[in-house]
């Protein structure tokens, strides 16, 4: 058998390693890649322009000790908030069961689940050193993702990582070892966006990863009830995706008085530039509504002892993105004079459970728990079969762990109708801040944005219709095209109509174009032409003094994005990383389109109305929210709850779509379009409260898809 010494091992590689990683790219970019086409890379550039201002961003204003205590809380509660987890849950009863319990040579082990809220479990092993004779250091050990399942039974990662517990309760530490959500014993799900499509957990503003740090902060609480614990030495640890819930419980919960995260964290360069966000589900991430780096998250650890631990050769955990976090959480543990608290730990190898990577686990947690040296002399191995760590023969029937996502976050309570123009003037008010504040952040300010330099592309006049085009910068390496179309020789405008389109609508729209400007349009794929709708638009625009303007926001038309599904989900996941959302975007650049038509010769005063179908409907209401001088909405078949769309961050926890009509309404004349006028009550209702006219708000009944 191998015997360690301490004294062969570094937790800091030599300086020339550091510099040699910090310039090699993560190992996974080519195959991470967004895509070849020129919108693919202008995204590319985007995200690569939005990550650099997080990254700089990150901690720069912390010059002194001061300054760090001072924001310390603010950021503390920041994430809790990110995490799902504000208001905090209550502390309800844990109802903790031990259901059995069997001896190995060196330790007991205990069948235990709790509650961490009711209903939903947590299936757990806790491992008891022999011959306990007074209160001993504990480990969490939170699990990767790696179960075990036979049969249709699932063992949970607990009989995976057994071998962790073992190693621990044989050198003298009480080791719980707790299931995740997704691979316990009662399966729940952690990959909504990644897999099935919930992009409302973004609007809702839950993350599975909420749920695990909850279930550690829970876990905690049971540990401080168990007398064979010392309550002031607890450790946590885990590796891959428990490296990443070992960061939230330690970063959250300053019960943890050491914490090693193996392979569990690296910085928002390597998820969102480099792509490895594509190797991770939802449970690594919080809902990034402040616009964090991680090393924001690692830094809340500071001072206690945190030992960075990863390999080489990682390629969901770079070493560079690593390497450049451990820099910069270095400096807040300087401000504490605490750089013995803080380790740096690289072995050779991949993303791999590896007995390398254990021993320094192993040694720091000695160091700092036991304030001791010895050898290790023993590799952490498995003593068990699955069947024997069992939780539950039987799940119970209360359970809440395959649907927590549908509870776990509050949601806005539906609100009461104003009784008064203050009531009123008061909720809406409270409505746009959370939208500016939660929803929103991620928009640039506007000196960021910069100016819109619109530029015209082409104007012709063929078949009665004079056809423009019109470029401009929605933000940074985001630039759009206008498309405006109207009668040849109007000299007086009275409208503006701004149709937003979606993908179906581009296609429509380019099939009757295509009829009548082909030359034009020959930097797009054009569909078969559509000559009948060509010669409907020519007869609109006979007899029409308005304007109509056509605009597809980023991701569509011009800048359509790499078609392939599985790149479309996670070009949406690299946005929240950011803070941001797509949908959220476009309603940023809806905006910017109706600031772009103001920039137009003869249009500056003209009234704007803006039109939009389903999905898009939606962006185009909230963009009515932000920019003066809307005249109309006519929005089509708009969905009655962001539950289906579109999605914002946290939109949910606030306010839903009748809300937003309601507050548009009083800016604008809205006309809905829809099968029936059911789930628009609260416009309704406020409209006739506030004694609004008439047409300030209608539903219209259609029932076919002709739009109006």
């Known amino acids: 058998m191998a015997i360690y010494e301490k004294s062969k091992f570094t937790y800091l590689p030599c300086l020339t390693l550091i510099l040699l990683y910090l310039c090699v790219p993560c190992l996974a970019v080519d195959k991470w890649a967004i895509g070849t086409s020129p919108a693919d890379r202008m995204l590319a550039e985007y995200f690569r322009t939005e990550t650099a201002k997080l990254r700089d961003r990150c901690l720069s204003d912390i010059k002194t000790l001061d300054d760090w205590k001072t924001k310390r809380e603010v950021y503390r509660k920041q994430l809790f908030e990110m995490l799902s987890l504000e208001p905090l849950p209550e502390k309800t009863e844990l109802s903790p069961v031990i259901t059995g319990k069997f001896e190995g040579d060196a330790f007991t082990v205990e069948k235990i689940h709790y509650q961490s809220r009711p209903g939903l479990y947590v299936t757990a092993n806790f491992y008891i050193p022999k011959g306990l004779e007074k209160p001993a250091p504990a480990i969490l050990y939170v699990c990767g993702h790696g179960g075990i399942k036979k049969d249709g039974i699932s063992y949970g990662n607990k009989a995976r990582y057994q071998h962790h517990a073992a190693w621990f309760a044989r050198h003298g530490y009480v080791c719980f070892i707790i299931d995740t959500l997704q691979l316990g014993e009662i399966e729940g799900i952690h990959h909504g966006t990644y897999r099935y499509k919930m992009w409302w957990w973004n609007s809702r503003g839950y993350t599975s990863a909420g749920v695990e740090a909850w279930n550690c902060i829970r876990a905690l609480d049971y540990l401080e009830t168990r007398k064979e614990v010392d309550k002031d030495r607890i450790g946590v640890t885990g590796r891959s995706g428990g490296g990443a819930y070992s960061w939230w419980i330690a970063a959250l919960d300053d019960r943890i008085k050491a914490a090693v995260p193996v392979a569990g964290i690296t910085d928002l360069q390597n998820h969102v530039v480099d792509g490895c966000v594509e190797g991770h589900c939802d449970c690594m991430y919080i809902v990034n509504t402040y616009r964090w780096d991680y090393p924001l998250v690692a830094a809340l650890v500071a001072p206690r002892p945190l030992l960075i631990s990863n390999s080489d050769k990682d390629s969901i955990f770079p070493l560079d993105g690593v390497v450049r976090l451990h820099e910069k959480v270095r400096d807040i543990y300087k401000l504490y004079n605490a750089d013995k608290n803080l380790g740096l ?208 926001p980023r991701g569509i038309g011009l800048t359509a994005w790499n078609p392939d599904e599985r790149k479309q989900t996670q070009i949406r996941r690299r946005f929240m990383l950011l803070g941001q959302t797509r949908d959220g975007m476009r309603v940023w650049d809806v905006r910017r389109a109706t600031q772009a038509i103001r920039t137009i010769d003869s249009l500056s005063d003209t009234p704007i109305q803006l039109r939009g179908k389903k999905n898009m409907a939606g962006i185009v209401l909230y963009a009515s929210l932000f920019e003066p001088s809307i005249a109309r909405l006519d929005l089509w078949d708009l969905p009655n709850s962001h539950r289906d769309g579109p999605t914002f961050l946290n939109v949910l926890r606030y306010l839903d779509m009748p809300q937003a009509v309601a507050m548009a309404a009083e800016r604008s004349r809205v006309r809905l379009y829809q099968k029936d006028d059911s789930g628009w009550q609260f416009p309704q209702a406020v409209a006739q409260k506030m004694d609004w006219t008439e047409k300030q708000f209608q539903v219209l009944a259609v029932s076919n898809e002709r739009e109006p």
């Open 345 to 552: 730990h690289i072995t050779e190898g991949p993303h791999k459970d590896t007995q390398e990577m254990r021993i320094h686990a192993f040694v720091w947690f000695n160091r700092f728990l036991k304030d001791d040296n010895p050898l290790i002399d023993k590799p952490a191995v498995g003593f068990f079969e699955a069947e024997q760590l069992r939780v539950f023969d039987k799940l119970p029937g209360d359970q809440t762990n395959t649907r927590i996502h549908e509870s776990f976050t509050p949601k806005a309570s539906p609100p009461l109708v104003p009784q008064s123009a203050d009531e009123w003037a008061k909720q809406r008010k409270a409505w746009m801040k959370a939208l500016r504040e939660k929803s929103f952040r991620g928009w640039p300010p506007e000196a960021e944005a910069g100016s819109l330099d619109t530029k015209k592309v082409f104007s012709v006049e063929k078949q009665g219709i004079r056809f423009s085009a019109y470029d401009f910068t929605s933000q940074p390496h985001v630039r759009l095209r206008l498309y405006m179309v109207h009668r040849p020789k109007l000299k007086k405008t009275e409208m503006v109509t701004l149709k937003v389109l979606d993908e179906q609508g581009w296609k429509e729209w380019l099939a009757a174009m295509r009829v009548g400007f082909a030359d034009e349009l020959d930097d797009q794929t054009l569909p078969d032409p559509d000559k009948k709708a060509f010669q409907s638009k020519q007869e609109l625009f006979k007899n029409t003094k308005r304007v109509m303007a056509y605009f597809a």
